[in-house]
């Protein structure tokens, strides 16, 4: 498979200073990598950022230095990094003015915290991958312009995503939070950052078994009518009744994930104990699979133009982290419209009397009508997790919990 770099292929940049040739060697810059994201994955459970402290500086340079350098590999290697449906999305010029400054807030902020907090190990991270992605070309890398491998590993998807998400939502949870005392970093975030990692290095692979898999089991259920007829509909009209058919699609698969036969499966995603924009990751990989593949199955049947798709797709990305994240705003009477983290935090919440409620992920409409709706008046859930026997920790315990005898 060529998702790795060929053994000893040059990484092209400016000229470099004596005595850092040998970087130039791929294996010693992956082995770089490797061993600055371990560095950050040693960190502490739960970290406490608090103003004044040195410590926010030091985690912006580590999570931009890591970004920028991974950033710059993809520059080197987009055959084997970044995702064809994502590349055609972006401008890898105006990503190069991105990249830039990137690199310079995460200097200037290592730099900083290592001239008054006396380097802590985060900004260490940060700084060091700044100078490796600099002496690997920086913003002036070159980009080769080959194609993306359909069987690449996203690691563009996962930068992107990654700035984007934590840029639009961090600030929102610190604006209006519901839980004010917890930390960015709060306990599992890194399991949950495991799972938003993988989902985004291997999108490649999951788009080829969801997005590319369903027309080919399902062609034989096609009505040539329906699909004629709703695509002459217009844009907006086939965008709500694209909603409206995957989260009706995705409320009867989440009523199957809390029987008992399925609920080990889902467990997992609410095995959570805190909410917030990465909790929503949390989803074990056959749940992840099944709910794509029932949700496109119905899509496809019905036969949606493709405008309306990606309008869809976008929306269940956004409101997929929306409604986990720790935003505390009352949004009263929309609460019954659209999905809000209010309304999905009841379902996550461990008191019985919430179990089995708003499974509606775009629509509580949909809970309403099924009889399954609850929002006490102006009230919030105490605590969240799981009702019954508790999900292991950890990334890799957790995908083998649900085929292991309780
Ligand atoms: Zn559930
Ligand atoms: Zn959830």
Known sequence: MACGPPQGQSLSGPELPRGWATIRSTHHVWLIYIKLLAMISAMPAEIHLKLGEGRISGYLSALLGLCAFGGVLCYHFPEALTTAELRAAYDPEVLREVLYWVLVVASVSGALNFLFEHGRKAAIVGLTSCLAAVVCGGSRVEATGAPASPLAIGLDWLILGLLVSALVFIPIEKAWPYRRKQPILRKEWWTDFQYFAINSLLVSYILLVTVKAVPVTMTWAVSDTLQATVRSWPFAVQFIAAVICADLAQYWMHRCYHSKLMWKIHAVHHSAIAMDWLAGSRIHFVEMLLTRVSILSVLFLVGFSEAPMEAYIVLVGLQAVFIHANVGINFGVLNYLVATPQFHQWHH???????????????????????????????????????????????????????RKS
Request: aromatic share 10%; net charge neutral.
């Open 349 to 403: 919440s461990d008191d019985r009397e919430a179990a089995d409620t708003n499974f509606a992920v775009h629509l509580p409409v949909i809970d309403l009508i099924f009889g399954t709706f609850r929002i006490p008046k102006g009230q919030w859930p105490k605590s969240l997790g799981v009702i019954g026997p508790p999900v292991p920790s950890g990334i890799v315990r957790q995908a083998i919990y649900p085929f």
